[in-house]
């Protein structure tokens, strides 16, 4: 089955958290922190639309200034979200530089504050040497704080002594092409199949009985093919329709009780976790005071939230001669671990 989202990691488990995610068949790409990012591409970076910030230390927020120096010209937007603070952080990101010369270039950027009652907006214009303006409040409703047709994001803030944010990245249903039915229809495989998939994914919603259920549709849709305009219901049989992909990333949140509970429920049956594993369980007082998790409790969380595919990214320097031990305690803990 072709997924829709295509991760990479950017670095290895000893440096900055940064994960890629691809939109297959998408001139588009998402970003899940940005620290050390010198490992992506240039072209890669042009494609990023969003970036979704954990919290502002520097190993997750150094790479903005990158980001920015590859898509300076780019005439599509760029959103960034993060915790409380984010939208003060990027604004001294960029008073940091002189804009005098990019008054006519097309760039805008728009910031995203999860307080966790409110997401408070504001934008960034090149044409206005991006000054800070537009700063608006918008509703936080069901952690959503994004949705387009092909997928979603929610979020839920933590702590980490400061407020931190984890994210979601959902699809709703995932739509594969049948390819014998497409042949036996005298259709062809062409980019016209993911003008399909978006129609479907704006107009229908997945219901496990009758697989698609029109959202409040008064109109029938009608779709260009290589056989000229086909009602979009005709072209249903040539569709294989399962259950979306869930993506969670969770870093740097302290091993209060409050905060795994909270986590366990956030990234309930995801497909793919990435998360922290910082300290061993004999650590567990540094833990406590820096703030990170265990081994032990990520394990759990990941257990306990049925998560299918967990992926460590952060672990502290100081078990850099040995890993193997925080995977070790990982593992244990997810056999160990009773529901």
Request: charged share 30%; net charge positive; proline share 4%.
């Amino acid at each position: 089955m072709a997924r829709l989202f295509h991760y990479k990691v950017i670095n290895n488990a000893f440096g900055d958290p940064c994960v890629f995610i691809q939109l297959l068949r998408e001139k588009r790409a998402l970003l899940f922190d940005i620290g050390d990012i010198r490992k992506i591409p240039f072209n890669e970076l042009l494609k990023v639309s969003d970036i979704f910030v954990t919290h502002t230390h520097i190993d997750h927020f150094i790479g903005f200034d990158q980001v920015i120096r590859a898509i300076l010209r780019r005439s599509e937007p760029l959103r960034v979200y993060g915790p409380e603070n984010i939208i003060e952080c990027v604004n001294g990101k960029l008073r940091g530089y002189t804009w005098n010369l990019v008054s006519e270039y097309p760039l805008k950027i728009e910031v995203y504050a999860i307080t966790g009652r409110e997401i408070v907006g504001a934008k960034f214009l090149a044409s206005n040497g991006f000054k800070i303006e537009e700063v608006r409040s918008l509703p936080f409703k069901n952690g959503l704080i994004l949705e387009e047709p092909l997928f979603k994001v929610r979020a839920v803030v933590l702590s980490h002594g400061i407020p931190v944010v984890a994210y979601s990245l959902e699809e709703d249903y995932h739509i594969n092409i049948n390819k014998v039915e497409l042949q036996k229809a005298g259709l062809n495989v062409g980019p016209w199949l993911g003008e399909l998939k978006k129609q479907l994914k704006l107009h229908y919603k997945y219901d496990p009985v009758k697989n698609l259920k029109p959202k409040n549709r008064k109109k029938s849709i009608e779709i260009e093919t290589p056989k000229g305009r086909i009602n979009i219901e005709e072209l249903f049989r040539i569709l294989k329709i399962t259950k979306g992909e869930k993506i969670a990333y969770v870093m740097d949140i302290s091993p209060q009780k409050d905060n795994v509970k909270r986590v366990i429920s956030f990234v309930k049956d995801a497909d793919v976790l990435f998360c922290e594993a910082y300290f061993l369980s004999k650590d567990l007082d540094r833990a406590i005071e820096r703030n990170h998790l265990t081994a032990q409790i990520t394990g759990e969380i990941a257990k306990k939230a049925g998560v299918k595919e967990l992926k460590i990214l952060h672990i502290s320097p100081k078990y850099i001669e040995n890993p193997a031990e925080i995977y070790r305690e990982v593992e244990l803990s997810r056999e160990q671990t009773r529901e």
